[in-house]
């Protein structure tokens, strides 16, 4: 008896999302996100992590494995935190009414994609759990102090 084990195949639809850059894109670090790097000096939202090059247009987000595609679209449920945690100051090209949020902080993903995408991927964002009781000081604990309950 022979076993044929079979992937999946998923289909992929590679984009022109209008980026094309002469040269490489100057990387800086991000400081909040240290794992993350944003291009410098292009007019688009543009980040790499690991080994991935990201970039946020129209209200959502692309990758690719190099800085002029071919692009693909990623659903927000799939996009890694490290990039969702990278501060609005470093989005060259922000929506309009990101102008009103805090530049320090992350991007209000909640807000964007919904409780649903929220509940999902179990986010909260940065200084906003005192919302919900929990952070801030206000959480219950549970156990001894010592790392394991008795």
Same mark, same amino acid.
């Given at each position: 008896?022979?076993?044929?084990?079979?992937? !999946?195949?998923?289909?992929?639809?590679?984009?022109?999302?209008? +980026?094309?850059?002469?040269? !490489? !894109?100057?990387?800086?670090?991000? !400081?909040?996100?240290?794992?993350?790097?944003? &291009?410098?000096? /292009? #007019?688009?939202?543009?980040?790499?992590?690991?080994?991935? =090059?990201?970039? =946020?247009? *129209?209200?959502?987000?692309? /990758?690719?494995a190099?800085?002029?595609?071919?692009?693909?679209? /990623?659903? %927000? $449920?799939? /996009? %890694?935190? %490290? +990039?969702?945690?990278?501060?609005? &100051?470093?989005?060259?090209?922000? #929506?309009?009414?990101?102008?009103q949020? *805090?530049?320090?902080? #992350?991007?209000?993903?909640?807000?964007?994609?919904? #409780?649903?995408w929220?509940?999902?991927r179990?986010? @909260?964002?940065?200084? $906003?759990?005192?919302?919900?009781?929990?952070?801030?000081? @206000?959480?219950?604990?549970?156990? *001894?102090? @010592?790392?394991?309950?008795?």
């Amino acid at each position: 008896m022979a076993l044929v084990l079979a992937a !999946p195949a998923y289909a992929q639809v590679h984009v022109d999302i209008g +980026i094309h850059l002469p040269v !490489p !894109p100057r990387l800086v670090v991000v !400081p909040e996100v240290r794992a993350v790097q944003y &291009a410098s000096t /292009v #007019p688009v939202n543009m980040f790499l992590y690991g080994g991935q =090059f990201w970039v =946020f247009t *129209n209200g959502g987000w692309w /990758v690719s494995a190099g800085y002029n595609g071919p692009w693909l679209a /990623v659903g %927000p $449920q799939f /996009v %890694p935190r %490290p +990039i969702l945690l990278v501060p609005v &100051a470093y989005y060259h090209a922000p #929506p309009g009414h990101w102008t009103q949020w *805090n530049k320090h902080q #992350p991007p209000l993903w909640a807000t964007e994609w919904g #409780p649903e995408w929220s509940k999902k991927r179990a986010w @909260k964002a940065q200084g $906003q759990d005192w919302e919900d009781g929990k952070g801030k000081g @206000k959480a219950k604990a549970k156990g *001894n102090g @010592k790392g394991r309950d008795k």
